[in-house]
């Protein structure tokens, strides 16, 4: 196998699921990076480098729905040290501003270089001479720097689908330096927002003592790496054209039956992340019943939590917390056939969600830290009549590109419960004006464009700075 383009991250795009008659079968993996990647290897066809979930070893090459598959396998420790532990107990909380508390664990960490180092030596195995390769997310930071060493002829882009945090987060990493490094390897470093590459460039600078300019970096070995902001978007007119078939039609047409009719339906659907605000903003919405201004006759929250590295201790917290507020809040002010929340912790198809935004009066997305969030795009690319109003925290990186939202401050209870209602009460006129605007956005910034931005960039002309700079400093 010789592939011109490679894509590695640490999921594959489908999950090894059991079937009801007990054969193996493949599902869509969550979040918003296969999300937005899928269609991208899909159109060039390239192969994608990832694990499918559980602990099956020896799984071949394989292809599925007309992708290119490598399955990566993962044993029971890796899974625990690597994938719940390092990556997603230590680097997720700190890279998003410390929503919860991170965990440092030396063995974590030899976890972390060992599985990086096994997933760049698949991707140095299959990639053809001079070949792409596009390595993305947390998980794999290291990758960059083995494949250079291993493949010197690789063209090399990184692309981080979270945020990156500030030096005075990211230096309690004691791998700190280990981590610029890895992905220095990388000819291009991408991220979502510009403060995450100008934070990049500054550790950079500080911790490994190399020269910089700009978004440029310039190493003692001649290379110029480049880090720079890359928002990343979705499939708009797919979404769209999901959006307007007739089965979603009918779906949304259903749910709304189903759920009685009401007059207003809010929605969020966030996989169940103590980032994502769901708390905060399940708290505002039934305040605001109990204050007067919502009455659950006319007004209900549908909250889809799709599950999540369940066996990450902060996630079994915020589950059983989530449990215990929805259950209080429909105790508390629900009727008989009218509770304030319907819940759901489940992972739905494309078409269910479709369905869902097409529903939704005021879809309502408040992380305390993200990325970007493609679910508040998705919303936008699936209102093709205008209408339907978007509640944005300001820290999501779709608020930058999503002015028009009603943005909010998710740690201000009261702020968000004013904005809910504002966007719940707006006038017609004004509602529309407002998506229009956003829909436009999302129309021109797809995932398309993004994905062509990266490759151009990524594929341009590389050159030799032949600057003299000092050999790195030790820190
Ligand atoms: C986010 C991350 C992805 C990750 C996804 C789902 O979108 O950026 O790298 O794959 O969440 O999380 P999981 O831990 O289930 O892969």
């Known amino acids: ?272 992340d103590y980032t994502k605000g769901i708390y905060a903003r399940l708290r505002a919405f039934s305040e605001l019943i109990n204050d007067g201004h919502l009455d659950v006759e006319e007004a209900v929250f549908v909250q889809v939590a799709v599950p999540s590295r369940e066996r990450v201790e902060q996630y079994k917290i915020l589950r059983d917390d989530i449990d215990r507020l929805v259950g209080r809040i429909n105790g508390d002010v629900g009727r008989i056939g009218r509770p304030a929340i319907s819940y759901l912790h489940t992972s739905y198809p494309r078409e269910e969600m479709a369905a869902l935004y097409r529903a939704a009066d005021i879809m309502v997305v408040t992380p305390y830290r993200d990325g970007m969030n493609l679910v508040a795009k998705e919303y936008v690319a699936c209102r093709f009549h205008n209408d339907g109003a978007l509640v944005l925290s300001e820290f999501a990186g779709a608020a930058a590109e999503l002015r028009q939202a009603w943005l909010v401050n998710p740690y201000d209870i009261n702020g968000m419960k004013s904005a809910l209602l504002e966007a719940c009460q707006a006038d017609e006129k004004e509602v529309t004006r407002r998506m229009k605007a956003m829909r436009k956005t999302i129309s021109q910034h797809d995932v398309q464009a993004w994905a062509e931005s990266f490759m151009t960039e990524l594929a341009g002309d590389r050159f030799m700075h032949g600057k003299k700079v000092r050999p790195v400093k030790r820190s």
């Open 1 to 272: 196998m010789s592939a011109d383009l490679v894509i590695v991250a640490n999921r594959l795009p489908v999950d090894r699921v059991e079937l009801d008659d007990g054969s193996a079968g493949w599902r869509g993996s969550p979040g918003g990076l296969v999300t937005a990647v899928e269609p991208v290897l899909r159109a060039n066809d390239g192969t994608w480098v990832g694990w499918p979930g559980g602990t099956e070893s020896d799984l071949d090459p394989f292809d599925h729905e007309g992708l290119h598959l490598v399955p990566m396998s993962m044993n029971a420790q890796e899974i625990q040290e690597f994938y719940e532990g390092f990556s997603n107990a230590t680097i997720w909380p700190i890279y998003h501003d410390l929503v919860a508390k991170p965990e440092f664990h030396r063995e974590w960490w030899d976890a972390y270089v060992s599985v990086n180092q096994r997933f760049a030596e698949k991707a140095a195995e299959i990639a053809a001479k001079g070949a792409t390769v596009w390595v993305h997310d947390y998980q794999l930071q290291l990758v960059p720097q083995v494949l250079r060493e291993l493949r010197p002829d690789l063209r090399i882009g990184f692309y981080l689908h979270i945020p990156f945090p500030p030096a005075e987060l990211f230096q309690q990493l004691p791998w700190r330096r280990q981590i610029l490094e890895g992905l220095l390897g990388a000819d291009l470093v991408g991220f979502q927002m510009p403060g995450a590459a100008a934070n990049f460039v500054r550790l950079v600078r500080q911790r490994v003592g190399h020269k910089t300019h700009r978004d440029l970096i310039y190493l003692p070995d001649g290379r110029t790496v480049r880090a720079a902001a890359f928002p990343i978007s979705i499939d708009a007119a797919g979404f769209e054209e999901l959006a307007q078939s007739e089965p979603v039609g009918k779906r949304a047409t259903a749910i709304r039956d189903a759920l009685g009719n009401p007059t207003k339906i809010f929605l969020g659907i966030d996989r169940l």
